[in-house]
């Protein structure tokens, strides 16, 4: 699937969904770093509901 490239409800579901991720990055510093922000960003993000969820249960 190809989701939009946000942090939004229909990405989350997607990435949670999944059991892989492929993320095509073209060679530069600027494009390598933004995608490694948002890999961490998206690691914790995906933590905190995991957290949530086990909250619920």
Known sequence: MDPPP???AIS???LRAANAL???VPPTIMDFSS???FLSM???TLRTLAQFDRALL
């Open 42 to 44: 998206l690691e914790e």
């Open 35 to 37: 995608t490694t922000a």
């Open 12 to 14: 989350l579901s997607v």
């Open 22 to 24: 492929v993320v095509p």
């Open 6 to 8: 946000a942090l939004g």
